[in-house]
């Protein structure tokens, strides 16, 4: 795929970033919570231990969101032929 054609497709799907940033925040909250819980580091549930997992787990989130989340929904939609019917 060159260069302009993925430029043209990210700028197609780029309507979702916002509600899947939202979603991809949530998301990784409830990780890390729900992984500190299950791993007994409570300690890790303070505000600097949080933020930290939060940091570095939404920081790799965000980056697939922006990069692939607007090229797979600027794809066209693919209707089976029952939905004709």
């Not at 791993?39 to 939404?58: K, Q």
């Amino acid at each position: 795929m060159s260069l302009q054609r993925w430029i043209v497709s990210w700028r197609r799907g780029r309507s979702v970033i916002r509600k899947a940033l939202l979603g991809s925040f949530l998301t990784c909250m409830a990780g890390t919570l729900l992984n500190a819980l299950l791993d007994g580091h409570f300690e890790v549930l303070g505000p600097a231990g949080l933020m930290r997992r939060l940091a570095v787990g939404y920081a790799g989130s965000a980056v697939v969101v922006v990069l692939a989340f607007p090229l797979l929904s600027g794809r066209a939609r693919h209707r089976s032929p029952s939905a004709d019917a």
